[in-house]
Structures are given as C-alpha cells and as structure tokens.
C-alpha cells in the first residue's frame, strides 16, 4: 500500500521556519515527481513546489521562491519542504504528492497518483 506521511506542521511566528517531511512507502518512486501544494480555506489547492526523486531537480511556484526549498533523502525515502520567512499568508493544510508527470504534479492536471493527508501550518502575526 503506497503511502504519502507528512508530518513537520505546527504553530510558529511570522518571520520564522519550518521544515515539512514527507515519508514515501509502498513503491519505488524512482521515475516520480514529488510534490507540495497548500490548502487554504477559501482557495484552491496551489503548487509550490516539486522534485525529481531520481536527480533531485527542482521546480518553484514564483511566490515561493527564494523562501522555500525542496530536497529529498533517497535512503530515508523522504522528501522535504523547508519554509523560510514564513508569513500569516502562509497558513494552511500543506500535503504532498506523487506523479510521473510534470503536468499533474505541478497543478496544471488533474489525476494526481498519490496524496499525503496533509500536515497543519499555522502562522501567527
């Protein structure tokens, strides 16, 4: 059974960080793109940021970037979103997912293989 775990939430000062994990199991994800998106209450699920497992090239949705970044551990077969200068904006249900393609993985196309449940962000003002 695959499965996506993230874990890494939690309530911090705006101007702070935190480092989101995501633990894959169940497959080899080899070929994959992983990727994060944000959950906010009154918006849609966005992208913010996705990896290649194999080569670990990384991809930023443009108001990410700079703050966020993305790794993955191949032997811990985790990937990782660390958020810098964190704002209330911020705030939300952070999930991670799993793709071969590009497209899906980074929002353009629905059919996403595989979702985490997702992980509580809270950023306070």
């Known amino acids: 059974q695959v499965q996506l775990v993230e874990s890494g939430g939690g309530l911090v000062q705006a101007g702070g960080s935190l480092r989101l994990a995501c633990a894959a199991s169940?497959?080899?994800?080899?070929?994959?793109?992983m990727g994060w998106f944000r959950q906010t209450p009154g918006k849609e699920r966005e992208f913010l940021a996705a990896i290649t497992w194999n080569s670990g090239n990384a991809f930023y949705a443009d108001f990410v970037k700079g703050r966020f970044t993305i790794s993955r551990d191949i032997a811990k077969n985790t990937v990782y979103l660390q958020m810098d200068n964190l704002k209330p904006e911020d705030t939300g249900v952070y999930l991670c997912?799993?793709?071969?393609?590009?497209?899906?993985?980074?929002?353009?196309?629905?059919?996403?293989?595989?979702w985490g449940k997702g992980t509580l962000v809270t950023v306070s003002s």
């Open positions: 997912a799993a793709d071969m393609n590009y497209l899906v993985v980074s929002g353009v196309r629905d059919g996403m293989d595989y």
């Open positions: 169940g497959r080899t994800f080899s070929y994959y793109y």
